[in-house]
């Protein structure tokens, strides 16, 4: 076995080469280089076509390959495999997934790709792998790409250099407000809703004549989103210009439906179009489970008769319910209705990502427009003086034919001669030695003296198009006419499909008038499971089971339109709707998972919420206020801290009040009671002292409000006892009391 030495002097000139740099530092330039990566290369679209690098090469790649609208349908292998091969370095999935979003019709408003088989549907089924689906270019792709072999735009090499793709994409069509666009980079995001091409057109036209227009202006012309998938946008005219104006907003896009009637009275309504987005099986099993849960008590049954069309058909509960009322419900409750965040974060032309305001996307886009269209223009230019300098070469054949016969059968090297004879460039020779001798003919002269007046013509044209600013605008606009007249929305898919319908009335519903009122019993155990029984059950006779090593903390009565309350040591309210109660058929579920209650945390009361009652919080070492109930409801699950506390003053008791006097018991065994005014109502804090106790490990027992007319006194087993005379325990506020009465209970509290 050899063993290999080690040098010494080699080690130390790698050591040398090492450079030395804080961790910090290289993750941050690495972690930045990828963030940089991600955002320009993979997730944010171009303003100026509206495609990200994945969907621009594979248009390429499907350029490269012919398949046109008028070509056969192609393997969608083959275009992916051409993608990686020579474009796009990553996984086959992310280029495959990219394609088939450019399919679905539902996905995009103007498709990119024709596609042939299974590319998912509506519904959220998957697309056939790549190798049973095929597929072919749509005319908006192609005219996307339209002047891309006129150096309309700067061809970039491929990642391995052998070969070029283009850096942006030189199409009239605007793409990126057409088709939309979303995606998550790092640290930030982009949601672009689709529009209509028609209307866009229209807008860029106005952008052209007048570039400072604003944005209420333009937003008259482009009206709003146009989703492929249709339904109703209700918001009204300032909060569209609002969100165009900042490039951030969202729009409350509803459901299209309408009532079909039926025998007898009898009537249902079709849901015809959903909101953008929204997958159609899961939005009718979300209406299916609130239906079973009774959260929708107005809906009887939801069916789906979808075909190629969208039909969903809901059936109300009898021919009596309000159909507006439950429409009302229902978008309130369920995704019929559905807020589309819009984000215009896009690449701009230097290659930056910023959120644009409509006004910019236009210009930006208008910008590059004129470039293309100079590039091309200066590139026929070339084409027309390469050519009239060949015509102009040949010309000279048909005043000098015999000549030029001459030379080209006598000479070895008739080039040089005719170069030197006829005072012609090498590009008019080789033209000329290239001719056929079937084009010599006086017809192909009168021919060639036609185009070449043609061409003087056409480059005078160009060339004053150039100078003039304002012939550009004019051709700007006619290629936007033209694009506009391809998609007119007279045609099956230039007709606006989402109408705007500010005028839409939002009937007031609350929710808690849906929910069947019926008595129900509330379990609550001492490990935090909490269900509700139906009926008012007998509340000292409950025949019911708990977990091992678990019983009964506290049971009540309630209505299913009520909200339990759960107060805690820390001094949050959580509130639970009693609709959202598991059943009492099993143990029910954690409280702590139904809202963010601590897992070490006390539970101190459970109870029915009564908004316009008030409750007293008193925290451990006798401190306390009021709060009124409506202020102790909770609209999160995170809850509501109402009492300031602390790991040694936790929450201990939360009490109605209902009297105008109140006693308070503590561990120092003694007894206060002065009027409830004493007490200061507030919204939140930390409270004022109640009794006051010398040592820290004294503490509140129990609390009691009563009434003084009634008499104060406590229950026990053996009954209730009266106390005459209060006025020895009665002092104010904040004071230790007096030592408790003869035959109060040892354990300090009132009614046990």
């Not at 370095?89 to 990119?112: E, I």
């Not at 309408?258 to 979300?286: F, H, M």
């Not at 009322?325 to 209705?337: G, R, V, Y």
């Not at 503490?699 to 009634?710: E, I, T």
């Amino acid at each position: 076995m050899k063993i290999k030495t080690v040098d010494m002097k080699e080690n130390a000139k790698i050591i040398e080469n090492i450079e030395s740099q804080q961790l910090g530092d290289a993750l941050s330039e690495r972690y930045l280089s990828y963030a940089v990566s991600t955002i320009v290369s993979r997730a944010l679209p171009d303003v100026r076509d509206g495609l990200k690098p994945v969907h621009r090469r594979i248009l390429y790649s499907m350029l490269r390959q012919k398949l046109s609208p008028s070509a056969a349908f192609r393997k969608c292998a083959t275009v992916v495999g051409d993608v990686l091969g020579h474009y796009h370095p990553h996984g086959d999935s992310s280029v495959y997934d990219a394609m088939v979003r450019l399919a679905q019709d539902f996905s995009v408003r103007y498709p990119l790709i024709d596609g042939q088989g299974n590319f998912g549907n509506i519904d959220g089924d998957p697309q056939a792998a790549y190798r049973y689906t095929e597929s072919k270019m749509t005319q908006a792709a192609m005219l996307i790409m339209e002047g891309l072999d006129e150096d309309s735009v700067d061809m970039m090499p491929n990642f391995d250099g052998t070969t070029v793709e283009p850096t942006v994409m030189p199409g009239a069509f605007p793409n990126l407000l057409a088709n939309g666009g979303m995606g998550i980079a790092v640290g930030m995001a982009t949601n672009i809703p689709t529009h209509n091409v028609a209307e866009v057109c229209d807008a860029l036209c106005l952008v052209v004549d007048k570039p400072e227009s604003t944005t209420a202006q333009i937003m008259k012309k482009l009206v709003g989103p146009d989703f492929p998938t249709g339904g109703i946008l209700i918001d009204d005219f300032d909060t569209i210009v609002k969100n165009y104006d900042t490039g951030r907003g969202a729009f409350r896009i509803r459901a299209r439906w309408e009532i079909e009637n039926l025998e007898r009275g009898q009537s249902q309504v079709v849901i015809t179009e959903i909101p953008y987005g929204i997958v159609k099986s899961k939005l009718v099993e979300q209406i299916g489970e609130m239906i079973d849960a009774k959260k929708l008590p107005l809906v009887e049954d939801i069916v789906d008769e979808s075909t190629t069309d969208v039909r969903i058909v809901i059936t109300p509960k009898n021919k009596n319910v309000p159909i507006d009322k439950m429409m009302a419900h229902l978008f309130a409750m369920t995704d019929l209705e559905y807020k589309f965040n819009m984000n215009f974060n896009v690449i701009d032309t230097n290659g930056a990502p910023r959120v644009m305001p409509i006004g910019d996307v236009l210009r930006e886009f208008i910008a590059h427009q004129k470039n293309v269209l100079i590039r091309r223009t200066n590139w026929r230019l070339r084409n027309i003086a390469h050519r009239l300098e060949i015509l102009g070469g040949l010309l000279v054949v048909y005043l000098n034919l015999d000549r030029v016969i001459e030379i080209i059968r006598n000479e070895d090297e008739p080039k040089p001669v005719l170069m030197a004879e006829f005072d012609l460039t090498e590009i008019q020779v080789e033209s000329i030695l290239n001719t056929r001798l079937r084009s010599l003919r006086k017809l192909e002269e009168m021919e060639i003296k036609r185009e070449d007046a043609e061409l003087r013509a056409e480059q005078e044209k160009l060339q004053m198009l150039l100078a003039d600013a304002g012939a550009q605008n004019d051709q700007l606009k006619a290629w936007f006419a033209d694009i506009k007249k391809m998609y007119d929305k007279k045609t099956t898919l230039g007709r606006r499909r989402t109408t705007w319908d500010s005028a839409v009335i939002d009937v007031d519903v609350n929710p808690d008038d849906f929910i069947e009122k019926e008595p129900m019993t509330i379990i609550l155990s001492e490990m935090g499971w909490i269900r509700a029984a139906k009926g008012h059950l007998d509340l000292n006779n409950l025949d019911t089971k708990f977990k091992d090593g678990d019983a009964l903390q506290t049971a009540f009565h309630a209505m299913s339109t009520d909200r339990v309350n759960i107060f805690g040591a820390s001094g949050k309210m959580f509130s639970i709707p009693v609709s959202d109660l598991p059943s009492a058929r099993g143990f029910g579920e954690s409280v702590r998972m139904m809202a963010d209650i601590g897992a070490d945390e006390n539970i101190v009361r459970a109870f029915v919420l009564d908004t316009s009652a008030k409750y007293l919080l008193v925290s451990r070492h006798g401190a306390g206020f009021i709060v009124s109930g409506e202020n102790c409801l909770a609209q999160t699950k995170n809850g509501k801290q109402i009492m300031n506390t602390d790991s040694e003053n936790p929450a201990i008791l939360c009490v109605p009040v209902t009297g105008d006097m109140i006693a308070i018991s503590g561990s120092n065994d003694k007894l206060l009671i002065f009027p409830t005014e004493q007490i200061p109502e507030m919204s939140r804090g930390k409270g004022v002292i109640l009794q006051k106790y010398n040592a820290d490990r004294t503490y509140v027992l129990d609390v009691m409000f009563f009434n003084s007319v009634d008499g104060f006194g406590w229950t026990t087993g053996r009954g209730t006892t009266k106390l005459d005379d209060i006025s020895p325990w009665t002092a104010k506020r904040a004071s230790q009391g007096r030592t408790i009465p003869v035959g109060f209970p040892r354990s300090g509290r009132f009614n046990k």
